[in-house]
């Protein structure tokens, strides 16, 4: 589940506090060019003010308009509701290509579930919340990976997954740069670094300094499949022992700041003095980051959350591109990349 749904079941907690009546909309099937995917949410308050999405705008549109002229004040169960079934209401609702949403919109009664679903999913556990269109009644129970949305017509089970957070070794300009995009792409961005005149420079808001050694905090962690771990120090000392960690851990994306050459030698002196296995080793991206030609170290930070953002969403791309520049070693004159972990 995305941060921008949890972000929806926050908004929905807060406009319940403040006694306003609350609807809660669930994409459940989708057909044809659909903008949000099934689970996505969209909370309507009883004035009209929205958190979430389903589509471009036009269903939120007719799904606030509906509210606001009191069709929804006497709604007591959840019920199934279908946007762009013909080619005129696809037209006229926004949905591209003849595209379909069926959504289940619920009065939001009791917040206990709400609050335990923030509260779960703040410890990064995964959650399954499993709603009766007959009567409203939801139970919650823990979720594994891999299971998704499911819809039979009576009953709705939707996946509530922890935030996916950033854990960056080292505070340097580089790691600066990239904590600010993860920030803006709603990561919960950590940031370890031991050395005093690098980390007395992070003062950014919505950034975790993380104290202790990195392989300690990465251990202290424990990575999970929401977790990506960067070591961008370009110190073996500090980014070794962490990688090592990481490598062995549920970490969904593992990478290290410098070029292909120091790669090749990272990966064997992690094999030979750590004996780090030839899959765990495999699991490295390094030299971390696509490969764009990027120079300063805001181009370098795109290519990096480019990278996660593309392993995050499970996207298999082979590009055929020339070798970045940043993937070469120049002696002592090591380009920006490589000097500014």
Known sequence: ????????????????????????????????????????????????????????????????????????????????????????????????????????????????????????????????????????????????????????????????????????????????????????????????DPREEYAATLQMSGVTRVMGMPDDVVTALHPDAHTAVVALTHDPKLDDLALLEALNSDAFYVGALGSRRNQATRKVRLAEHFDLSDEALARLHGPVGLHLGAKTPAEIAISIMAEIVQVKNHVVQNLGQPVALRDLDMGDSRITACALG
């Open 1 to 192: 589940m995305e941060s921008l749904d949890l972000r929806v079941l926050s908004d929905v907690l807060a406009w319940k506090q403040a006694s306003h009546r609350v609807t809660l909309v669930t994409v459940v099937e989708t057909w044809g060019s659909a903008p949000r995917p099934p689970g996505a949410l969209l909370a309507v308050r009883d004035d009209g003010v929205v958190s979430g999405s389903v589509s471009g705008g036009c269903v939120e549109d007719d799904l606030i308009a509906r509210i606001k002229a009191g069709e929804y004040e006497h709604l007591a169960h959840p019920s199934m509701v279908a946007y762009g079934v013909t080619k005129e209401e696809a037209s006229r609702f926004g949905l591209p290509c003849g595209g379909t949403l069926r959504l289940v919109q619920e009065p939001v009664q009791d917040t206990a579930w709400i609050e335990e679903v923030l509260a779960r999913t703040q410890a990064h556990q995964l959650v399954a919340r499993t709603v009766s269109l007959k009567d409203g009644a939801v139970q919650l129970r823990d979720a594994q990976r891999g299971e998704a949305l499911q819809f039979d017509g009576l009953t709705l089970t939707t996946l509530f997954g922890p935030r996916w957070r950033l854990l960056l070794i080292g505070a340097g300009q580089l790691s600066q740069a990239v904590a600010q995009m993860a920030s803006m792409l709603d990561f919960e961005v950590l940031v370890c």
